[in-house]
C-alpha cells in the first residue's frame, strides 16, 4: 500500500531489540490488506507473527487480553497514535503517517474560508506532519492560525473519534476549523463538537468543502432520537470493552442517574455493538453508549433504537436543554 | 420467555453462596431476549447485574477476560454446558433445559425409521432429560438404541457445534441417528461426522424429517471449496480467540503443515470470524479455520473465500483422499 509510512526499519529494530519471539499485529480496517506483507517482514526477523483479524478502529483498542492469552511478547498497532497510558505488553505504534502532501487541497481551502479571519486546524494522525505546512500556507494568505493543545491527546491538533479537545480548547478564539485530512468524520465531529463552520482539506480528492450542511442532517437525525428516546421507559447501557475505553464506573453512574430519574436501566457490555445486538433486546426502549462515539455519528440510521451519548442522555432526562447540548456540543470530550 | 428452565432459585442460592457483588450474565442470541428480565432479578439479590451483549454461540466462550476486566465476582452462562476444565472466576451453568415434550416428534419419527433397528441416539444440552423417554418410546416400537457418551462431552448423548465424538463412538454399531431438537445445525453435524442416515424429531414443530439431502447439498458446497482452495497459494489459518478454542498450537503445526507443501500461511486470530473479516484480506486466497467448525456449515455461502476445515486442508494438500474425508468426518472432534 502506498502512500502510507508503514515504518519497517523501526519494527525491525524493535524486534531485535526486544528479542521478541511472537508479535500480533493490529491494524485498522483500512490498513489491514498490509497485514499479510507485514507478518512476512516479521517472519524475516525470527519472530513468528500473528494478525489480529478483528475489527479496530482507534488507539482504545489494544488487543492486550488477546495478545496475554496467546503468549505475544510484542504488540505493533498502526494506524493509531498512543492512546493507553501504560499496556502490559511491550506495544509499538506505528501511526502509518500518509506521504501525500496536502498544499494542494489546503490552497483549495482559501476560498472557502475567505469571510474568515481566525482558522483553527486540527487533522487525524496520518497528516500530523503536514500541519505547519498548511498552517504556513493559511498564515501566507493573510490568516490568524490557531492549532489546539490541551494536553489529552499526543499531538497539538490531532482529534480522534471520541476526544475533540484540542478543537474544543480554541473554539472561543476562531471563527471556523480546517481539518486536513479524507472523510468526512473527524470534520462532523469538529462541527458538532464547537458549533463552528468547518471545512476539510481532503489531500486524497484534492478539494476542500464545507461540512456544515452535514452536520446539520445529523443534528436533526439526533434531534429525532432524543426525541425518541424521551418517551422510552427501559434503557441500555453500553460499556466498551476495549482497554481504552473503560466506562464502567461512568456507566454506573449513569444507571443511578436513569433510576433517579424513573427510568429502568440496565449495564450492557460489549466489545462491537452493531444494529444485530439491539435486535437480541427487544425489552429495552433506547440505548445509551458510553463505548464509542462514533456509533451515533456513521450509523444511527441502521439501529432499531436510539442510541444517545451521554450528553443527549442529559437532554433527555432534563438536566441539559437542546441549546445546551448544542452549545456544549454531542460528545463528552 | 416460556419453554426454558432458567433456575433462578438455584441462581439466587449460589449469589447468596458466593456473596457474589458483581455478576455478568451471558446468554446465547435465541436467550439474550431473557438477558433484561434475569438482570432484574440478580439486582433483587443485591448484586450488580452486567449483560454481556457479544453474540454467544458455545460453551467454549466464556466471558472470562471481560469478567476479569470488570471485576466480576460470578459469570452466570446460559444455554450451555460446561465444557472449559477450569474458570478463573466462578462460574456457574444455566443449561436452560427445554420443557416441553418431545413424544409426539419422536413418534413421528418411527416412520421414517422403520427400515432401520439399531438408532443411536442423540441431542443438544436443552433436550437431554428427554433421552430417556425417546428411548423408552423407541425401544417400544422394537428398536435397539445407542446413547454414546466416549466421555468427552458433559452428558451420554450430547452433541455440540464443534463434537461429535458421542455419535462417532458408536456409528459403527448404529445403522441411523435420530437427534431431538430445533433447528438442522447439529443433525447435519451428525450427519457429516458420522455419514448414517440422519433424523430430526424436532418437538417444536412437533415434526419428524430426514435431514440427508441437506447433507447432501452441504458435501456438495464443501466439494467446490475443496476444489477452488487447491488452486490458492496463500492461506489464513484462523485461530479462535475464546477461552475454549486454545487452537494456537494446532493452527501452528498446521501453518507448518502448509509450508510443507509450498504454501504461504499466517496465522490470524479473532473473535469473531465474519464474511467482512475476509475482505479484508484481499491477497489471502483461502482460510483454514481451527476455531469454530459452525462457520463451514452455517455460513459458506457468504465468505467471499473457501473456509475450510481442517480435516477439509487435509484433502487440499494430498494428506487424505475426498473418501477419507467423508469416512472420517469434515470435522476434527
Known amino acids: 500500500m502506498k502512500g502510507f509510512d508503514f515504518e519497517e526499519e523501526r519494527i525491525k529494530q524493535e524486534i531485535t531489540k526486544l528479542g521478541a519471539k511472537r508479535v500480533l499485529l493490529q491494524l485498522p480496517e483500512g490498513l489491514k490488506p498490509e497485514a499479510p506483507r507485514l507478518a512476512k517482514s516479521v517472519e524475516k526477523n525470527h ?8 475489527p479496530c478502529y482507534g488507539g482504545c483498542d489494544i488487543a492486550v487480553n488477546e495478545a496475554e492469552n496467546l503468549g505475544v511478547d510484542l504488540i505493533i498497532h498502526f494506524g493509531h497514535a498512543k492512546l493507553l497510558k501504560h499496556e502490559n505488553i511491550p506495544t ?16 483549495q481551502s482559501l476560498l472557502l474560508l475567505s469571510k474568515y479571519d481566525k482558522i ?3 487533522t487525524s494522525v496520518q497528516h500530523l506532519q503536514t500541519l505547519d505546512q498548511a498552517r504556513d500556507i493559511l498564515v501566507r494568505a493573510g490568516k490568524t492560525v490557531i492549532i489546539g493543545d490541551c494536553g ?11 476526544n ?3 478543537v474544543k480548547s480554541i473554539a472561543n478564539e476562531v471563527e ?8 468526512i468524520f473527524h470534520a462532523l465531529g469538529i462541527g458538532l463538537s464547537t458549533s463552528k463552520p468547518t471545512f476539510i482539506a481532503d489531500p486524497y480528492d484534492n478539494r476542500a468543502f464545507s461540512i456544515d450542511d452535514e452536520a446539520q442532517k445529523i443534528i436533526k437525525k439526533r ?7 424521551s418517551a422510552a421507559k427501559t434503557f441500555g447501557i453500553f460499556v466498551g470493552l476495549k482497554p481504552g475505553q473503560k466506562t464502567f464506573e461512568l456507566a454506573l453512574s449513569i444507571k443511578k442517574l436513569a433510576e433517579k430519574h424513573g427510568k429502568v436501566a440496565y449495564l450492557l457490555v460489549a466489545r462491537e455493538i452493531t444494529p444485530e445486538t439491539l435486535l437480541e433486546f427487544p425489552t429495552i426502549d433506547a440505548y445509551i453508549n458510553t463505548a464509542c462515539p462514533r456509533l451515533s455519528l ?5 439501529f432499531s433504537k436510539p442510541v444517545l451519548t451521554i450528553n443527549e442522555f442529559r437532554v433527555v432526562i432534563g438536566e441539559w436543554s437542546w441549546e445546551n447540548l448544542i452549545k456544549k456540543g454531542l460528545f463528552e470530550n
Chains 1, 2 share one sequence.
Open 47 to 54: 519472530a513468528l507473527p500473528i494478525i489480529s483479524a478483528d
Open 92 to 107: 509499538i505504534y506505528v501511526e502509518a503517517r500518509a506521504t501525500i502532501s496536502v498544499d494542494k487541497a489546503v490552497k
Open 120 to 122: 483553527g486546524l486540527a
Open 152 to 162: 489529552q491527546m499526543g499531538y497539538a491538533g490531532q482529534v480522534i473519534g471520541c
Open 164 to 166: 475533540y479537545s484540542n
Open 176 to 183: 471556523a476549523f480546517l481539518f486536513i485530512g479524507g472523510g
Open 223 to 229: 434531534w429525532a432520537c432524543i426525541e425518541e428516546a
Open 298 to 302: 456513521e450509523v444511527p440510521q441502521k
